[in-house]
């Protein structure tokens, strides 16, 4: 095996598609020199042997160490300079690189191969002393932090004693004596901390900065980094040796960053910033403001620094040129950095860089209309997940923040209101046309009214599927859910977050895209739609297979869901149109009805709401499918609480408050999710499901009246196990559609399926198929009951689960593939067997997630459901996964 491999000199071993082994930015220097651009000589040891190392307890395997001296000597051949060579040193920086880019993970060693005596030699070739010895004290400081392990601060508080005792307060003040001073404070502070002394061998130093590069790779920070971006350890990370070359060495020396367009906007124009006299570190440390690359970007910025352009026209000429070189080259936007030293330019980086939605969607359309990539390219090049930035209000990037409190990013967007306490307060306050912001340990049903008055939601209990997190998605309100250490009291109405306690009507802002929670009104930015992003959406509408419906209820989500190119209703909680005030009480004095009539007579109230309700929803589709899931309520979600609640609903049920009271206890379960729910309610009380099926098939009617495509509805029976209810309740539902017929005189399109959202009902599938005519997924509930895992109580433990690596991630925010996929697959399959055309799709929340999605192309699904504002996501996602 090779270990090692060099580059320098216009050429390299290595070349940019070679960055599992090289790392990216071992791979993107092979391959910038392969360009011929100006890069430091250097070598990169490969990710094989952090493999290697961590395989053989940390030791290197045979042949390193002479690679690395054949590298080495290769570097001093290319520089004319020889490593710990006293009069005339090389020095080189060390530096980890992983296939994907993990930034932080690991700090730079940089003047590595400084000691006593070749400080006095580069003091002598600089002719700069002071120069020297600010680079051997930078070293000191690093390599004492990153290498040896003796905390920043100490070199902090030295660097800062020394200063007061001068008098200087700025380290330019500083000479070269008072930098000589602070080294020797430095050597003795790492001698007295390690009982040993500064190493002065430069190979020592050497295997040293190596071994803490590969050391760093298990260091918790890079774990939990790469945990939260799934990346595997047994990837590893590369070392990159390379020569030094200096940016501070005077007026005519630079270091920058920049990007090939601009990576906020997406602009085609040269964007950076740069320092004269720096080190990359100060660039990115903040310690002092960098100055605009270009003189357009210091015009529009107004910055009173001078400008690259303005400064070193000749070498910005020459970066502008490597500019289109490495774009025209990777055929992305690059970001690049840079030195001069002594008026010559040296890249020392490019990767295709970081940038929002917006820039992205734009940098990819650009670039295919200019025939840079294909439109497969575009689709690939934009992240779908990344969408939701763009579709609601964002927080303007330049504003300020002060977070108080943090919890899980469950409905993207930014919301600024003040705070109240009940879905009540919440109704009220906006009625008076106020902005608010609804704080709840957790949210119910009954809190929708509420809800939907809210800018945004905070819930400090309640994981990504819990009853908040799962409406506000619906509404598109931005929501920050399970914030645990948001202390809300509601007696005294006050929360308490950061330190800090709020009371009703202070000002909050929610970002539901990061879950931050901030005090006081954080100004936003507003969301576009046209121009790029439709012009992708066309294209990835053009590729896909999947079809894209929507999970909505309520007319508003509907047309949202429309405007976002959604092509039918996946699913439409029927239980969620009870809610409204005039009907909630309608619904319980159904539920709480002990008769038969009791019941009949509160559904003859429900039917003109229901039936209207069916109606709107067919005249925004427009003739595409609509799919109606018949009441599936957890009954809990629905009885009353308090007195005043019962009072009312025996009021109208016209029984007294003790027998309703007495039913709540007959009706009160254990565990609601699996008990009295779903198409057991149809199965006992059929009136229930018949009602629902006659309002259907009436406003079928009805808005076919309008002309224009048949309304040709889908009934889905929720919850079955097997054959047997939904043959059933399908009878019934045949039996009300031709009573409906008769009695209008009119003829009806209808089909009519199942949700499979139990185990046992994906494993009969197959038979269940002889009544279906379509099946949904309710990986939902499919979810839960595989795992035997509650939906809404299961975030107190996950994060341990995936922390402990049991769960790769939350399985009710993307698919469990292995298990629950393989329940989807199982029934998809036997589904077919029996009914080879029959319909299938999923509506439970995995139908708005990428990696679930590609798992249902996979599968074959016809359709995917989602959340309105996930549309457009699906609409890429699907694109995607045809690629
Ligand atoms: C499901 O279980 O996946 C589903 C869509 O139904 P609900 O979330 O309403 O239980
Ligand atoms: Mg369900």
Redesign the pocket.
Known sequence: TKWVYGFGGGSAEGRSDMRELLGGKGANLAEMCNLGLPVPPGFTITTEVCTAFYDNDRAYPDGLNAEVETALASVEKHVGRKFGDAKDPLLVSVRSGARASMPGMMDTVLNLGLNDETVEGLATVSGDRRFAYDSYRRFIQMYGDVVLGVDHYHFEDILETVKEDKGVSLDTDMGADDWAEVVEAFKKKVKTELGEPFPQDPREQLWGAIGAVFGSWMNARANTYRRLHNIPASWGTAVNVQAMVFGNMGDDCATGVCFSRNPSTGEDRFYGEYLINAQGEDVVAGIRTPAPLTEIEKQESGSDLISMEAAMPVVFKELCDIREKLESHYRDMQDMEFTVESGKLYMLQTRAGKRTAKAALRIAVEMCRDGVISQEDAIRRVDPAQLDQLLHPTLDPEADRKVVGMGLPASPGAASGQIVFSAEAAEEWAGKGRKVVLVRIETSPEDIAGMHAAQGILTSRGGMTSHAAVVARGMGTPCVCGAGAVKIDYANKTMMSGGVTLKEGDVITLDGATGEVMLGEVATLKPDLSGDFSQLMEWADALRRLKIRTNAETPEEAETARGFGAEGIGLCRTEHMFFDPERIVSMREMILAETEKGRRAALAKLLPYQRQDFIDLFRIMKGLPVTIRLL?PPLHEFLPHGDAEIADVAKAAGVSEAIVKRRLLDLAEANPMLGHR?CRLGISYPEIYEMQARAIFEAAIEVSKDGGDPVIPEIMI??IVGKKELEILKAAIINIAAQVEDEKGAKLKYLVGT?I?LPRAALRAGEIAEEAEFFSF?T??LTQTTFGLSRDDASRFLDTYISKDIFAGDPFVSLDQEGVGELVSIAAERGRATRGDIKLGIC?EHGGDPASIAFCEAQGLDYVSCSPYRVPIARLAAAQAVL
């Open positions: 599936d779903g929720p919850l949700m959202e309710g939902n509930d439970g």
